[in-house]
């Protein structure tokens, strides 16, 4: 499974962007997905995830700003984030998990000025 994370970039605090990634291959449809972030010097660390049914999972830094969201028939999994704060600055990774197996992407950077 190849993962393709794009949307990343240079935003002011209280802005918005959005992330995207795609995943090659069928596996997609039956995947948790989920994207994960780690600041300079920091763990990496979960963000939120979603079900191949569409329940999502938050971390509580971030409920409230961000939505996670998916396309199967594009392979795609999203993330808004809006009222952004200079402490969501970091390499935001997308996951794709299938029965404790995971994949990731290659990270995109979000730096949020303040």
């Known amino acids: 499974v190849q993962l393709q994370a794009s949307g990343g970039g240079l935003v002011q605090a209280g802005g918005s962007l959005s992330l995207s990634c795609v995943a090659s291959?069928?596996?997609?449809?039956?995947?948790?997905m989920g994207w994960y972030r780690q600041a300079p010097g920091k763990q990496r660390e979960l963000v939120a995830t979603i079900t191949s049914g569409g329940r999502s999972n938050y971390a509580d830094s971030v409920k409230g700003r961000f939505t996670i969201s998916r396309d199967n028939a594009k392979n795609t999994v999203y993330l808004q984030m809006n009222s952004l704060k200079s402490e969501d600055t970091a390499v935001y990774y997308c996951n794709l998990d299938t029965f404790g197996i995971s994949s990731w992407g290659q990270g995109t950077l979000v730096t949020v000025s303040s």
């Open positions: 291959g069928s596996i997609f449809k039956i995947a948790v």
